[in-house]
């Protein structure tokens, strides 16, 4: 059997990839462009991809491919009607994040609300020369306990955010795409409404027709002035002008992304204005990435490979 992996450098950090010799023969590839696909697939049974875009003129060219396995929960870089016309079956990994990106979510927040990197420079450029009573009135920060905090999507990730969330004392509430019902301990409000209400608002849904743009400034402006919001899902979701113009002109007081429209993120992406710099904090979508959380996506993508030839039908999406 043949394996490629082909955009193994996206994941940003080392992975565990011994046990996919088992299988047969792997070939590893740093960063394959799109176009580049074809070319590198003759004779494979199984492609193994982080970002790249599978699709009908991606793999116009391979036959005989069975298995592709999307390193990740997304699988919006992969075109599942063709993959189910041309017989080739697709496998995600779901869950095995949901700590890492929890995790995450929290760290960006308390970066944003305690302000650590004032905090911090101050500490060691300012404190010694300055006086007893220095104030630091511009860099007021406030606790969470007794806060709304809105989730939109509560699946594995939005749940264990919602949990953290309740440790620290918050309210926590959330919005649903789909319209339905995902827990009975939380209260589900329309879009408006958690908009409205959440002092912390955080994204964990997949991008789909529905989550699309779905919140640009027409949303942003229904927003509290004091609330952050954190966009842990996909950069399709949260329309970034949208959200640099609202961070601009203040009607929110911050913002937090780790995924975006284009990733890298353009130099020219207004998320990147010097002018909000001090209210945005910006990751280049590395949530998923703790050591633990890597070494349960190999598990898993190992597991999908045994299953799909054992015919099983583990983690299988087509």
Not at 64 to 72: A, S
Not at 166 to 176: D, H, L, P, Q, T
Not at 243 to 262: K, S
Request: with cysteine; hydrophobic share 40%.
């Amino acid at each position: 059997m043949n394996l490629v992996f082909s955009d193994l450098k996206s994941l940003g950090f080392p992975v565990n990839l011994e046990g996919l010799h088992q299988f047969g023969n792997v070939v590893l590839y740093d960063c394959l462009a799109d176009y580049e696909l074809s070319a590198h697939l003759k004779d494979v049974d199984v492609l193994i991809t982080n970002q790249n875009q599978i699709n009908e003129n991606t793999l116009k060219d391979v036959s005989g491919l069975k298995l592709i396995c999307q390193t990740g929960t997304g699988y919006d870089n992969i075109d599942i009607d063709f993959c189910k016309r041309n017989n080739i079956a697709v496998t995600n990994v779901a869950g095995y994040s949901s700590e890492s990106v929890a995790q995450h979510t929290f760290a960006m927040l308390f970066h944003l609300i305690s302000q650590i990197g004032y905090f911090d420079e101050f500490a060691r450029n300012q404190w010694a020369d300055s006086p007893v009573n220095n104030s630091h009135k511009d860099h007021q920060f406030f606790e969470l306990a007794g806060k709304t905090w809105g989730i939109i999507g509560l699946g594995q990730i939005g749940t264990a955010v919602a949990r953290h969330a309740e440790g620290f004392g918050c309210n926590v509430k959330y919005y649903s795409s789909s319209s339905e019902a995902r827990s009975e301990r939380y209260e589900a409000l329309s879009l408006k409404e958690i908009l409205e209400q959440s002092d912390i608002l955080s994204i964990h849904s997949p991008l789909n027709s529905k989550t699309l743009d779905l919140i640009s400034y027409e949303e942003l402006k229904c927003m509290k002035p004091t609330a952050y919001i954190l966009n842990l899902g996909r950069g399709g979701i949260l329309n970034e002008e949208a959200l640099a113009h609202a961070l601009e002109c203040q009607m929110i007081r911050g913002a937090g992304l780790d995924v975006f429209c284009i990733e890298p993120l353009e130099n020219g992406s207004p998320l990147k204005k010097n002018s909000i710099a001090n209210r945005i904090c910006l990751t280049p979508h590395i949530g998923y990435a703790s050591i633990e959380a890597r070494e349960r996506l190999m598990e898993q993508i190992i597991g999908n490979i045994f299953c799909f030839f054992n015919h099983q039908n583990r983690n299988r999406v087509v």
